[in-house]
């Protein structure tokens, strides 16, 4: 995980989104999002970090809570403490301790069928 000399961006707990975000390179998120985000490269999501909609992206380090679905075309790590209400998605997932998913887990073929039209409408 990059420190924060080496973030590209850095969105903080008292940043509140009612919209989409993109972001084409790194980015740290602790604010609210009510929308998309995307993360064409990484997102690292920190435990402040709140997103009412999808989050999408190649790398995904998530520690906050997300109520909506995940989607990356890489990884995707679910820190301790992280929640996710709703479908993860991607063909590496890592759950740690202590993160919780309630809903669908898609890994393999089933994940390749479901990211195909993100993968399209985001260019990943």
Do not use: W
């Not at 479908?87 to 089933?110: F, N, S, T, W, Y």
Request: proline residues 2%; aromatic residues 4%.
């Amino acid at each position: 995980m990059k420190n924060k000399s080496e973030l590209d961006g850095y969105l903080g707990p008292n940043v509140h989104i009612k919209g989409d975000l993109l972001s084409e390179n790194t980015l740290r998120f602790d604010g609210f999002l009510e929308g998309t985000l995307v993360a064409k490269d990484e997102l690292i999501m920190g435990t402040e970090g709140k997103v009412r909609g999808q989050v999408i992206g190649r790398k995904l380090s998530l520690a906050g809570h997300v109520e909506g679905d995940v989607y990356a075309a890489g990884s995707l790590e679910l820190l301790s403490g992280a929640s996710v209400t709703g479908q993860v998605c991607g063909p590496l997932i890592h759950v740690r301790e202590g993160a919780m998913v309630d809903g669908r887990c898609l890994m393999g073929k089933c994940a390749e069928t479901a990211m195909g039209p993100v993968r399209q409408k985001y260019n990943l």
